[in-house]
């Protein structure tokens, strides 16, 4: 599958703060996924977003699938905002999707 | 909106036990996967199946797991002898290619093996 890096592993942020979090992957990508854990451990899809970019509230992404990175923008942030949030990837000609290591996420009030 | 759903959310078996999951997809979804997450990991890719047979499995996914679409909407995970290291969160997920390739993830089904 293909390899897919999301940095930084971890983030503390003061509510109503913002943040960038980051997802490279190794290849030409068919799909491009965000994912927020909630503590149920359901994963709430946040954002399929192969390329371009794309606005849900407070949270935005982009894809730059010719450099091969994507972004999640968190705007003011909140206490709910809290959890891990994971960047999937499928390769061009695959069909299974490769996950990150998760960047996890603590906004404290 | 359709979702997937999964059944039952949290089970609890012993060591030595055969389990079968249980996932609802999609309807006129065509691609089917399952997923694990070990706590505290990432997700990991285990199959998929389509037009009812593995089309890939992981290395993960030995002589123990099996799956199958038993009656046209089900699409089930069995582990025939159940190891403590089976102990996971197990996620269905479904594709269909109307709208690219986005893939819809069920809520899981947690697994503990005692």
């Known amino acids: 599958g293909i390899q897919v890096e999301q940095s930084p592993p971890d983030l503390i942020l003061q509510e109503g703060a913002n943040s960038t979090l980051r997802c490279n992957f190794s290849?030409?990508?068919?799909?491009l996924q965000w994912f927020h854990q909630n503590p149920w451990g359901q994963l709430i899809n946040l954002f399929y977003?192969?390329?371009g970019t794309k606005q849900n509230g407070r949270l935005s992404a982009t894809t730059v699938a010719t450099e091969r990175y994507s972004l999640l923008y968190i705007s003011s942030s909140q206490t709910t905002d809290s959890g891990v949030y994971f960047c999937?990837?499928?390769?061009?000609?695959?069909?299974?999707?490769?996950f990150g290591a998760g960047t996890t996420v603590t906004v404290r009030a | 909106e359709p979702e997937v759903t999964q059944t039952p959310s949290h089970q609890v078996t012993q060591m030595g036990q055969e389990v079968i999951l249980r996932c609802v997809p999609i309807?006129?979804?065509?691609?089917f996967y399952w997923y694990r997450q070990i706590l505290g990991q990432k997700v990991e890719f285990l199959v998929s199946?389509?037009?009812?047979?593995?089309?890939?499995k992981s290395e993960i996914f030995d002589d123990q797991f099996s799956v199958e679409r038993p009656d046209g909407s089900n699409f089930t995970l069995k582990i025939r002898s159940t190891k403590l290291e089976d102990s996971a969160m197990y996620f269905c997920?479904?594709?269909?290619?109307?709208?690219?390739?986005?893939?819809?993830f069920g809520p899981g089904t947690r697994l503990t093996v005692t």
């Open positions: 999937a990837a499928v390769r061009s000609n695959d069909y299974k999707l490769s």
């Open positions: 290849d030409s990508v068919n799909n």
């Open positions: 977003i192969p390329s």
């Open positions: 309807s006129n979804h065509l691609y």
């Open positions: 199946f389509y037009n009812n047979e593995i089309s890939e």
């Open positions: 997920a479904t594709l269909g290619t109307l709208r690219g390739y986005e893939q819809y």
